[in-house]
């Protein structure tokens, strides 16, 4: 019996984590704090939800050990506890996609345009942007860039493309990427270049995903 109720308090302690990642929100606050460290207050803007019941999903996913808090002045800014809740992130979203048929539909849907999709791999990516052949940009905002980027990568937040065209070349591809498969940015990114005669594509991948197959990431010191 003894044996037994060992076996039963480990499974429990797992399954802690289950249950902090069983709630959509509690899945986008983990996308989102895989960017750098946010506010509260941030994170309800970007979740579409009031305060309160972001701070009660921090609060879940805080319990579980799953992120971690400071404070700044009067406000609580959160993180991730470690790259292993990333690469955690990812793998949710590898074995989702390989095993619900509904995830990969809807993931096809939000592509609209395949030629959209960057026809390269991560490792030839790489060596086109380290010999000049392609330029990558990154359109999430500044500071989620400044946290982690992919190498070679230029920041171009969404908000400010249109008034940065000039600072980007006009006979090479751009590659955007954004936060992840998840995520819409790059798509937009792509539809602006695009508008304004620009041959230009997309990855799904973010930084996480980056990471989570053994690539380098680089960071700007502030």
Known sequence: MKGRLLKDLLYEQVARI????????????????????KSVEALAVELSADVKLTSAHLKALKDARLVASRRDGRFMIYRLSGSDVAGLWVTLCQVAEKHLIELR???????????????????AL?????RGEVVVIDVRPQAEYETAHLPFARSMPLGELEKRLADLPSDCTIVAYCRG??????????????????????????????AANGLPIETNSR
């Open 105 to 123: 539909v809807t993931l096809e849907q939000m592509v609209t345009d395949p030629s959209k999709l960057a026809g390269v791999g991560r490792e």
């Open 126 to 130: 790489l060596e086109l942007a380290r």
């Open 181 to 210: 498969p998840f995520c819409l940015m790059s798509d937009e990114g792509v539809k602006v270049l695009r508008g304004k005669g620009f041959a230009a594509m997309k990855i799904t991948d973010g930084v996480s995903e980056w």
């Open 18 to 37: 289950g249950k902090a990642v069983s709630s959509p929100k509690r899945l986008e606050l983990l996308e989102l704090l895989a960017q750098g460290e």
